[in-house]
T-cell receptor, first 113, second 115 residues
Framework: AQTVTQSQPEMSVQEAETVTLSCTYD???????LFWYKQPPSRQMILVIR??????QNATENRFSVNFQKAAKSFSLKISDSQLGDTAMYFC??????????FGSGTRLLVRP | DTGVSQNPRHKITKRGQNVTFRCDPI?????LYWYRQTLGQGPEFLTY????????KSRLLSDRFSAERPKGSFSTLEIQRTEQGDSAMYLC?????????????FGPGTRLTVL
């Protein structure tokens, strides 16, 4: 069975600084997808960024980028130029071809003004 | 609003009562998923549909839980004889059918409190 581990329950960063959230996963699959989702307080979950396992190039979406290390089964999220609106719970998630998402326990990120 | 909608947004019930939640997916999406999220945890997969067919059910979905998606449009999740351990946020998501990856779009959730 696949598992996703987020070892940082809470993180804090100063506005405009850079922060990295960690995620490790366990799978015997070779083809899969990895995601970071954002869940702002009392608002719905939205996709931040995704990575296909067969792609060696790390995904980037504006201020968000990932460091995907397939052999190490590591998938960290870097947020550059942090903004107050980035304050949220961040979930790392895994999906194989069955399409269901397997989430980690989340990291609560606070961006301080 | 053309996103995923869920009703009700909040439900408070007494232990032993039955409750039913509704999810309306994005109209052109034929895959629909249910997840459960307890406080301080990530969502856990419950079940998913492709059109009206329920293709996978988690072991978390005990015999007190049933989900339907008649006609492949909206879906309902019913919990019979609710227990305090059923208190959670129930999330619905939908995605279009296609080869490979398709993004799942989440609804706002239904928060269930069992007293």
């Amino acid at each position: 069975a696949q598992t996703v581990t987020q070892s940082q329950p809470e993180m804090s960063v100063q506005e405009a600084e850079t922060v990295t959230l960690s995620c490790t996963y366990d799978t015997s699959e070779n083809n899969y997808y990895l995601f970071w989702y954002k869940q702002p307080p009392s608002r719905q979950m939205i996709l931040v960024i995704r990575q296909e396992a067969y792609k060696q190039q790390n995904a980037t979406e504006n201020r968000f980028s990932v460091n995907f290390q397939k052999a190490a089964k590591s998938f960290s999220l870097k947020i550059s130029d942090s903004q107050l609106g980035d304050t949220a719970m961040y979930f790392c998630a895994f999906m194989k071809l069955s399409y269901k998402l397997i989430f980690g326990s989340g990291t609560r990120l606070l961006v301080r003004p | 609003d053309t996103g995923v909608s869920q009703n009700p947004r909040h439900k408070i019930t007494k232990r032993g009562q039955n409750v039913t939640f509704r999810c309306d997916p994005i109209s052109e999406h034929n895959r629909l998923y249910w997840y459960r999220q307890t406080l301080g945890q990530g969502p856990e997969f419950l079940t998913y549909f492709q059109n009206e067919a329920q293709l996978e059910k988690s072991r978390l979905l005990s015999d007190r839980f049933s989900a339907e998606r008649p006609k492949g449009s909206f879906s309902t999740l019913e919990i019979q004889r609710t227990e305090q351990g059923d208190s959670a946020m129930y999330l619905c998501a939908s995605s279009p059918k296609g080869r490979g990856y398709n993004e799942q779009f989440f609804g706002p959730g239904t928060r269930l409190t069992v007293l």
